[in-house]
């Protein structure tokens, strides 16, 4: 339970449905970084549903899976997730290692999914509000951990879920779902990073296409793939970031049509609704979380890493970001785009 109305809302529901349920909330942040007590507003919403209240301080494995890998990752001149990591190491992973220690059989939250079986599997589904789907986030789940999770909103909309809060004469926040980061609450992780990191605001060349160093970058943190304003120089066509190279502290920019391209590599790479295939296969892929999915063909590859090759040439595929594989609704997998 965050506090906010999603969990709270679960929460309710699933009590309706005659589950014994307890809530429990994440302490991932320190009290600087929180704009909002969460323990403080999810315990007011777990006094008001009648159920017992837990806090669990996970600081030390959020920072350690996500706030360090968020850092790191830019220094390579990436662009990280820390949503899917979170919700993999710590969500699914160290809350969910808590909640079987209390005995309990399932793990409710209030992501907007389904989770349908299919034979011996488990089948992660988009929300029927695809306005709040929050599907690419979950790729990395795996199956004993699908098989212990219950995400009752999945079958609701955002709407719906509003109105029976208000029924239940539950006010919780939603300031969570402002933030896009929320370990940053002033959203500026450029300056978050370089504070840990002086090294991304070093200066450095910026070049185009075919070496020729045409102007100076103000350091790798302020630069991201696809990128058009701030780069600084005036050229006869307006100038795009087509890649970051960390390793020389450079950044290469170039025209509009040099930031498409129509087939990427991805690693880590996790299959979670079906067996990994041994052969190509045709799915929608989604190269970012509000990116349209685009028809593709997975290539697999010996080493476990996959080749995805685009119907049409996609725009600023971005490395460090994930790239999602779906069947009409069904989330085949994904990983992380090299």
């Keep these: 339970m965050s506090g906010g109305v999603d969990s709270s809302v679960t929460a309710a529901l699933l009590k ?6 307890i809530g429990i909330t994440m302490q991932v942040l320190s009290p600087e970084s929180a704009s909002v007590d969460e323990s403080f507003a999810a315990g007011q919403a777990a006094e008001i549903l009648g159920i017992p209240h837990h806090v669990i301080d996970l600081r030390d494995i959020f920072f350690q ?29 160290a809350l ?3 909640a079987r220690e209390l005995g309990v059989d399932f793990l409710a939250t209030g992501h907007y999914v389904r989770v349908a079986k299919s034979g011996d599997r488990c089948v992660l589904c988009k929300g029927t509000d ?22 009752p909103l999945g079958d609701l909309t955002k709407e719906k879920v509003r109105r029976v ?16 980061v929320c370990f940053i609450p002033d959203g500026d992780y450029r300056d978050f990073v370089a504070a840990r990191m002086p ?18 970058h103000r350091g ?5 793939i696809g990128q058009r304003r701030g780069i600084g120089i005036a050229a006869k066509e307006p100038l795009y970031v ?24 991805a690693t880590e790479v996790n299959w979670i609704s079906a067996e990994a295939p041994d052969q190509p296969i045709e799915v929608e892929a989604k190269i970012r979380y509000m990116h349209p999915a685009a028809r593709a063909l997975i290539f697999p590859l010996d080493d476990g890493r996959v080749r995805v090759v685009f119907e049409q040439p996609q725009m600023a595929i971005t490395p460090g970001q994930a790239v999602v594989f779906y069947d009409g609704d069904t989330i085949m997998g994904g990983g992380t785009i090299e």
Excluded at 65 to 79: A, K, L, M, P
Excluded at 130 to 151: E, G, I, W
Excluded at 165 to 180: D, I, K, M, R
């Design 16 to 21: 309706q449905k005659g589950y014994d349920v």
């Design 65 to 93: 899976r996500v706030v360090t890998d968020f850092c790191n990752e830019y220094s390579r001149g990436r662009t990280p997730n820390p949503c899917i990591r979170c919700n993999y190491y710590v969500k699914f992973g």
């Design 96 to 98: 969910l290692d808590y």
């Design 130 to 151: 695809y306005s709040k789907d929050q599907s690419y986030f979950l790729y990395k789940l795996t199956q004993p951990q699908l098989k212990q999770v219950l995400m």
């Design 165 to 180: 809060a208000n029924e239940l004469g539950l006010t919780p926040t939603e300031e969570g779902e402002s933030q896009e």
């Design 199 to 216: 090294v991304v605001s070093k200066p450095g060349p910026i070049e185009n296409r075919q070496g020729n160093i045409i102007g100076e």
């Design 220 to 224: 790798i943190i302020n630069y991201t």
């Design 242 to 265: 087509i890649d970051i190279n960390a390793e020389r502290n450079a950044i290469v920019v170039g025209p509009k049509d040099e930031i498409y391209r129509n087939e990427l590599t």
